[in-house]
């Protein structure tokens, strides 16, 4: 069902598509009526793994846990992120990409439940992708919770958010296309 897969954008006078304020995703999830379900992330960050092995520069992208179910993708093993693990200061689990489970940890079946250093903490490997899964981009090896600060609900700046969400069966692109447009001209 990829073709009900859509991006989310908004736009300024200045800038035509800019990545959604978590904002934004609050109020777009709450009022909409034609997306099954909506996630935000954080595309693209990096981590320096150290520990096993030479330390390095690790691609990450920070996701919800609704982020996977709405991709209609799951971990090979282990599991996906809990809502909890969304929270500030409950988010030091890791998901892995295939690529990078064989070559740093050998394709260890037992890594699920370890601990591995990021930024110099420690981080439980909760799950490893599936070998051809690819998510914001093909360089990402790494997931984590996505975490969203409070404060951030509470103003329309910080346009940092990538969004994507699933069309409900029957509703086309147009149609999403004009309740957001609707929904955007409330918020203004």
């Known amino acids: 069902d990829s073709e009900r897969l859509v991006a989310i954008w908004t736009h300024t006078p200045q800038v035509d598509r ?19 379900d909506i996630a935000i992330l954080r595309g693209s960050a ?3 793994l150290s520990g096993d092995g030479q330390p390095e520069w690790l ?10 179910p709405l991709l209609k ?7 996906n992120f809990t809502p909890e ?4 200061g409950r988010d030091h689990e890791v998901i892995l990409s295939y690529a990078l489970w064989q070559r740093r940890y050998g394709s260890d ?5 370890k601990d591995i250093r990021l ?33 951030d609900f509470q103003t329309r700046t910080g346009y940092g958010h990538l969004a994507i969400a699933r069309l409900k069966p029957g509703v086309t692109l147009t149609q999403a296309q004009n309740e957001l447009t609707t929904i955007a001209g409330r918020l203004a």
């Not at 800019?18 to 099954?36: G, T």
């Not at 691609?59 to 996977?68: D, V």
């Not at 799951?74 to 599991?79: D, I, K, L, N, V």
């Not at 093909?138 to 600060?149: G, K, S, V």
Request: proline share 10%; net charge negative; charged share 15%.
């Open 109 to 113: 079946p037992n890594i699920i439940g």
């Open 119 to 151: 930024e110099n903490l420690p981080y439980t490997v909760v799950g490893v992708m599936g070998a051809n899964f690819q998510y914001p981009n093909r360089e990402t090896q790494i997931w984590t919770p996505l975490t969203i600060n409070p404060a």
């Open 85 to 88: 693990e969304n929270q500030l």
């Open 73 to 79: 993708v799951e971990p090979a093993f282990g599991r």
């Open 18 to 36: 800019l990545p959604l304020a978590a904002a934004d995703h609050r109020d777009i999830k709450e009022q909409n009526s034609v997306f099954e």
């Open 59 to 68: 691609q990450a992208s920070s996701i919800p846990a609704n982020l996977f």
């Open 46 to 48: 990096n981590y320096n």
